[in-house]
């Protein structure tokens, strides 16, 4: 029992900690796909906990039954052998943009709160990511145990500062000027979105998972989890609405009011969890090159670092708004496969010609 929570648990925070990167960390996802629709977001967030909770755990089934080495082998059994190699070379393409966001992420946090600059946080943090990364997803699984529940702690404490502030029902009033159809299409494409990127670590963790019930179980903590923190960031945001959206981490800047102590751990709480998200894809991808390049894995996560350096002096707030939706668009067809799927039976085995029966 006790065995089957610690890998059930493994889980859940692995997968919590995977989708709770720059955007949905720092506030600037749950802006743009929920709060600015207004009291809407609240309903599409519901949908989108329920796609995390479902199509989470399928993913990782489907990798557990395939025994699959990285997502390049999900795709292949989503799209087929050729179409599938190219689908992963696209989606490499993509998490190498999505990195850049999370180092761009980075970089804003040492701007707007611990009086660095942009360029120095960047470099802070591809320094801490070259040497975390060389002791591989071990690292990652620790890091992930301990950050986490300490952000699903102080995601309650900033829903319980909310709730004691006046008008803090505002969530259930706001209003939006964006189309409905708006509102209901995007937490189709905020789950499309994190879920093809997550693949990178989900899948390999999901392989490695003989217990499938742990892997249910693991996706159901994990993606009430997700919807808790979406909602408690919404509701708070939603609160301080529309001047909010001027900061580029709009999360640091509703932890501002909980005191200096507290806005500082929460800020490094939300650092650590764009760090956490940063080395995960950084690991997936240099784990899928390394599959059609033979170069050395410090060559490669030295060329990705240097890529999401160079993409990060677009600035963090424009990448997030421009690419994240274009990239959830995208990703709707590997969902619709994602949901599709059946699991695969197992083959027959071949009848013995001695036996007569």
């Known amino acids: 029992m006790w065995k089957r929570t610690g890998v059930v648990l493994q889980v859940a925070f692995t997968y919590m900690g995977t989708v709770v990167g720059a955007g949905f960390a720092t506030g600037q996802e749950i802006l743009q796909f929920f709060t600015r629709f207004g009291y809407w ?11 995390f909770i479902w199509l989470g755990a399928k993913m990782m089934l489907i990798s557990s039954d395939i025994k699959a080495a990285s997502y390049e082998d999900l795709n292949k059994t989503l799209f087929g052998e050729r179409l599938g190699s190219w689908i992963s070379i696209f989606m490499m393409l993509i998490l190498l943009g999505v990195t850049a966001v999370m180092l761009a992420g980075a970089g804003s946090i040492f701007e707007e709160n611990w009086n660095f600059s942009y360029q120095s946080g960047l470099l802070i943090t591809i320094v801490g990511c070259f040497f975390l990364l060389r002791k591989g997803m071990n690292a990652i699984l620790a890091v992930n145990s301990v950050v986490v529940p300490m952000m699903l702690l102080f995601t309650g404490i900033v829903m319980y500062d909310t709730f004691t502030t006046p008008e803090s029902s505002r969530w259930l009033t706001l209003q ?11 937490p ?15 899948v390999p963790l999901g392989a490695s998972i003989q217990d499938r019930r742990a892997i249910k179980t693991g996706s159901l903590v994990g993606g009430i989890g997700i919807g808790f923190m ?6 708070a945001l939603s609160l301080h609405m529309p001047g909010i959206q001027q900061f580029a981490i709009p999360m640091g800047g509703i932890a501002r009011q909980l005191g200096h102590t507290a806005q500082w751990i929460y800020i490094f709480l939300i650092f650590a969890e764009i760090f956490t998200t940063l080395i995960a894809d950084i690991y997936g991808l240099t784990l899928q090159i390394r599959q059609r390049v033979k170069w050395p894995v410090s060559i490669i ?13 677009i600035g963090f707030g424009p990448l997030v708004s421009t690419l994240y939706p274009i990239f959830g668009m995208i990703s ?10 059946r699991r695969m039976q197992p083959e027959p085995r071949p009848r013995d010609p001695n036996n007569k029966q």
């Open 301 to 313: 996560t030295i060329i990705i670092l240097l890529f999401c350096y160079l993409a990060g002096q």
């Open 188 to 202: 189709l494409l905020y789950a499309a979105f994190n879920l093809s990127m997550a693949q990178a670590v989900l």
């Open 41 to 51: 977001g609240s309903i599409t967030i519901t949908l989108s906990t329920v796609l």
């Open 230 to 235: 979406l909602l408690a960031g919404h509701i």
């Open 332 to 341: 709707l067809g590997w969902l619709v496969l994602i949901i599709r799927h």
């Open 176 to 186: 939006t000027d964006d189309p409905l159809f708006a509102a209901w299409s995007a």
